[in-house]
């Protein structure tokens, strides 16, 4: 019976997807618009952010995290060899903690119960602790983002992720921040998404599904530009231009890259820059030094104790018992990720 269902399921899901990629090749082919390396790209600056439980309370429903945000700067010359050599690096680490259901318990002000209030109605659940995590993990690598277009010039400025954000005091400001300094010292800002199952294209297929169909038997560079979305149909606010791009002949996949550019060069020569970057054979199609700055982030999900050492220390002195504060360590997360992301990981470890 269950083995009946599965190829009933599956033979669903297959029509379905033969259907929209028949559709796609008809109709969305015209959009795309293909690019070439120029001139030698200005430095990369790579943002990434990871974060982990490390302890939780359940009878008050509070749980501490840590946070940490990490930053690689890169140069690229053709007369190196290697063309690409990391000038900097560095990480932060903070702790939040997350108490929902206790306003008198909190990591921030209380922006931080408007951050969760706002949560909850675009998720809509209760009780979203994960995406509250996720959000604050955001807004930490939106500040190492302010931070780095304050002190750098004339760079690439690229993030993990899309660059979109909640509707919140501390978020706002910092956004209005990052765009004043990238104005100010000639800083492109750009994100670049692991994953995308946005469907703004108008298929039943994900855009970036769609990108993938209509160019993989083209062994250019390419990039598609996505309509402009109504605010009222966007979940977050979000700045700057998106499309999706394919930035190796054969790449791993394409991304969805989001792209503020307050110098006004033809994104048609920040993708070309984009590519240059994105040369790596282990990573075809992904701008390298977004896999170190992962690398970097991702330790903190790695190594499992720690911090822990120091949670310990801290709540004995406080008078918790060894006991109390062990039944309550999160050593392991059942973290869902997405294929791209698993692979990420898999070869940086």
């Given at each position: 019976m269950v083995k009946k269902s599965f190829h009933n399921f599956l033979?669903?899901?297959q029509n379905t997807q033969r259907q929209a990629i028949e559709q796609v090749e008809r109709v969305q082919s015209d959009r795309l618009q293909d690019f070439d390396y120029q001139e030698d790209p200005p430095k990369m600056i790579a943002i990434d952010g990871s974060n982990r439980w490390i302890w939780n309370n359940p009878d008050i429903n509070a749980r501490i995290a840590?946070?940490?945000t990490a930053y690689v700067v890169y140069e690229f010359n053709s007369d190196f060899s290697p063309p690409m050599q990391i000038l900097n690096q560095g990480s932060q680490d903070e702790a939040v903690l997350i108490a929902p259901d206790n306003p008198n318990i909190h990591t921030y002000d209380q922006d931080f119960q408007k951050l969760h209030t706002e949560i909850q109605r675009i998720i809509g659940r209760k009780n979203p602790l994960g995406e509250t995590l996720s959000l604050l993990r955001s807004l930490a690598e939106f500040k190492m983002v302010e931070e780095l277009a304050s002190n750098y010039t004339e760079s690439l400025i690229?993030?993990?992720?899309?660059?979109t954000y909640v509707q919140i005091k501390e978020f706002e400001d910092t956004i209005r921040?990052?765009?004043k300094a990238c104005k100010k010292n000639n800083n492109i800002l750009i994100g670049v998404s692991k994953r995308n199952i946005t469907r703004w294209l108008g298929s039943e297929l994900t855009d970036e599904a769609v990108m993938r169909e209509i160019a993989r038997n083209d062994q250019k560079m390419m990039y598609m530009d996505i309509p402009t979305i109504p605010k009222s149909q966007q979940k977050f606010p979000s700045i700057g231009?998106?499309?999706l791009a394919k930035l190796h002949a054969k790449p791993v996949k394409t991304f969805r890259?989001?792209?503020y550019n307050p110098l006004n060069v033809n994104d048609n020569k920040v993708l070309s820059h984009l590519a240059y970057y994105s040369q790596v054979n282990t990573f075809p199609g992904y701008p390298f030094p977004l896999v170190d700055a992962h690398t970097i982030a991702a330790l903190l999900r790695?190594?499992?104790d720690m911090y822990n050492h120091e949670l310990l220390e801290v709540g004995i002195q406080l008078g918790f018992t060894e006991d109390e504060l062990l039944q309550y360590m999160i050593t392991h997360e059942n973290m869902e990720t997405d294929p791209f992301h698993r692979y990420l990981d898999d070869a940086t470890r």
């Open positions: 033979e669903q899901i840590i946070i940490r690229v993030m993990d992720g899309a660059l921040n990052i765009v231009k998106t499309y890259v989001d792209i790695r190594v499992p």
